[in-house]
């Protein structure tokens, strides 16, 4: 084989790959395929030099990264609100106002959703959705996936987007090979996916037979008008299309739609959770614009969930952060729509009590998408007499101490209990708190048990030779958990709050005593804090009386951490003193209007009534303008709101 030869057996390697993988029509035999594919790399060996970007032997993976770098999207990608029945669809649909659009049916897949960034037709880069706007370059495993091109026919910089996915009979294979070699057993395909996008070896991924699907773009320069048309397009440069893609002109055919794909869920190979419905004219992303989390222009109609009957075989105590104590059902394994269902939330005693649950019962049980499996029913007829009953626990699982008991919740109040304690630094680490990448649940246990932590404020003692001694870290890993937990020094207030684990003060509540309070958070009063919108009396005691109690510990942690503080600063007005509703589609968020009318002394309320001095209403406003017109509340577009704060 000489160097032409190569060039054109890549070319028709490439080309079978696409015909087996992606349309589902193969051109070649296995065998005629593997001794192609042979000569290739034969040739590669003897002639690395001339060694292609394209060589589908790039697909065998091998590179091993110690941690996948951050990547940033080039336009944000956003998750779906989901709608569970046809009243959400015909509200959905008055939203949008129905009679302008038209509309795309799809399955909605169950898998890892991925970003693959194009220049100059190559693939460049391939991103996990992470947050929407950050997520991890995972572009060595991706490139192991054949029904990823490494090329297309289009020039211009392009995002792709798509969900990467596993067959359900793949899925059984890999588990039955790990069973054989003794190996912990995957739990579903949807995690499946994702775990064999994020390993750190590719040829893993290479291994694990993964499906691209696509079902978007982010960044592009197509002139096309309608998304049907964009998904032509990006079929046509060699992606995998699914067969049920249907446009649809009214709520009737989505809804023939929905019961069409709903009957062909267990047939498909590849696991779906619902119905993705989307209006066709691209001009719709911008007339409706997007939530503070999702597209306006898109839902979810999501399948019900499969119910599935098993046995409770016994009870598992879970001790959380705050020291409740959590009961979790222990039950013989069973498969609920393609995942292993070992156990089961029971909420709190008194839920079991509702239930009348005993152990040893049979019980049905329900998983939809990512939500915990519920039991939802207890087949009392089928007991025999050994069932046993439930009791409500008197000492900590954990720690060995005297539970309080409250009636719903149970709780331990030793501040010490290890539960406690390391559920308090994985909170504290996570995402939505202080972000602080690479302190998981697992390294925050190690951490624990090997005496390096005891309280939030020992991480940032950690130093580089007490963690090179423990078992899988490395000089890198080391270095990249130092530097995470430095960068969370400095942090918005709001974060600091919420991370501190006080029950009822979520990422919300926390940035509501950030506006209101500043750096003078800490001495708010019972009546101050009850005074802030939306806060009862129980989200506010909870809070002053967790600060009391652990007030010594957490100036020591400000001290450490020196968290910034935004306070709001109120501006007099016009409205100063005002009560406004927002309703309908504005130019902005929704919580941009909010934080302008709260800057300017006023406050916003979330139902009309006769204590309502204004409503904003922009377009498509609903049932709150009708109540506003009904009670003679002043009605206010977006244009007279500016005029009347003098911005106009």
């Not at 054989?180 to 390993?199: D, F, I």
């Not at 049920?244 to 019961?259: G, H, L, Q, R, W």
Request: proline share 2%; hydrophobic share 40%; glycine share 8%.
């Amino acid at each position: 084989m000489v160097k032409k030869d190569y060039e054109k057996a890549i070319e028709t390697l490439n080309l079978w790959a696409k015909a087996y993988y992606t349309d589902d029509a193969p051109l070649a035999s296995d065998a005629e395929y593997d001794a192609l594919y042979h000569a290739v790399l034969e040739y590669e060996i003897k002639n690395p030099a001339d060694i292609s970007l394209f060589s589908p032997t790039s697909r065998i993976g091998g590179a091993v990264s110690e941690k996948f770098s951050k990547a940033t999207h080039i336009k944000q990608m956003w998750s779906m609100e989901d709608i569970f029945d046809k009243n959400e669809l015909n509200a959905w649909l008055g939203r949008c106002d129905k009679h302008r659009f038209s509309f795309v049916a799809q399955p909605k897949f169950d898998g890892a959703s991925l970003n693959l960034l194009y220049e100059n037709g190559v693939l460049v880069r391939a991103i996990t959705r992470g947050d929407g706007v950050i997520g991890e370059d995972v572009t060595l495993n991706a490139k192991t996936i054949a029904s990823i091109p490494l090329k297309i026919d289009y020039a211009d910089q392009i995002e792709i987007r798509g969900e990467v996915v596993i067959a359900k009979s793949d899925f059984e294979a890999i588990n039955n090979e790990r069973a054989k070699n003794g190996e912990t057993l995957l739990s579903n395909p949807r995690n499946a996916a994702a775990g064999s996008l994020r390993q750190l070896d590719s040829s893993v991924t290479a291994k694990r037979k993964l499906l691209f699907v696509p079902w978007g773009v982010g960044a592009n320069t197509l002139k096309f008008e309608k998304y049907s048309e964009v998904m032509e397009f990006v079929r046509s440069l060699g992606f995998y299309s699914d067969d049920f893609f249907k446009i649809c002109k009214n709520e009737s055919e989505i809804n023939t739609a929905y019961d069409e794909l709903l009957s062909l869920r267990d047939k498909k190979e590849i696991l779906m959770d619902g119905l993705v419905v989307r209006i066709n004219e691209l001009q719709s992303e911008t007339q409706l614009g997007y939530t503070v989390k999702f597209p306006k222009f898109m839902v979810a109609f999501k399948f019900p969930a499969i119910e599935q009957t098993t046995q409770l075989l016994d009870v598992a105590l879970q001790v959380g952060r705050s020291g409740v104590v959590t009961p979790v059902g222990v039950l013989s394994e069973v498969i609920i729509d393609g995942a292993r269902v070992k156990s089961a939330t029971l909420h709190n005693f008194d839920e079991i009590e509702r239930l009348g649950l005993k152990k040893g019962d049979f019980v049905g049980i329900i998983r939809s998408g990512d939500v915990i499996p519920k039991i939802t029913n207890v087949f009392k007829e089928r007991r025999n007499g050994s069932e046993m009953p439930i009791l409500r626990p008197t000492h900590c699982p954990e720690c060995g101490s005297h539970l309080l008991d409250e009636g719903v919740f149970v709780k331990c109040q030793n501040l010490e209990c290890k539960s406690r304690v390391i559920n308090s630094i994985i909170y504290y680490a996570s995402k939505k708190c202080l972000n602080i990448d690479g302190l998981g649940d697992a390294i925050v246990t190690l951490l624990y048990e090997s005496g390096l932590i005891a309280k939030i404020a020992d991480i940032y003692a950690l130093k580089f030779d007490d963690l090179i001694k423990l078992e899988g870290f490395k000089d890198k890993k080391v270095q990249n958990l130092l530097n995470a937990i430095q960068a969370s020094r400095g942090v918005s207030l709001w974060r600091f709050i919420s991370g501190l684990g006080c029950e009822h003060i979520g990422e919300v509540a926390a940035k509501k005593i950030e506006n209101t309070f500043g750096d003078e958070w800490i001495n708010a009063k019972f009546d101050e804090i009850l005074a802030i919108d939306g806060f009862g009396k129980e989200m506010a005691q909870s809070f002053v009386e967790f600060i009391e109690v652990n007030k010594t510990s957490i100036i020591n942690l400000l001290d450490i951490v020196r968290p910034v503080a935004q306070k709001l600063e109120i501006v007099g007005s016009a409205i100063t003193g005002k009560t406004f509703v927002i309703t309908g589609t504005l130019s902005r968020p929704r919580d941009d209007f909010k934080m302008i009318i709260e800057q300017n002394g006023a406050k916003v309320s979330g139902s009309v009534s006769k204590k309502t001095d204004f409503v904003l209403a922009g377009s498509e406003a609903g049932s709150k303008l009708e109540k506003a017109n009904e009670l003679g509340v002043k009605v206010l577009s977006e244009s007279e709101f500016f005029t009347l704060l003098g911005e106009q």
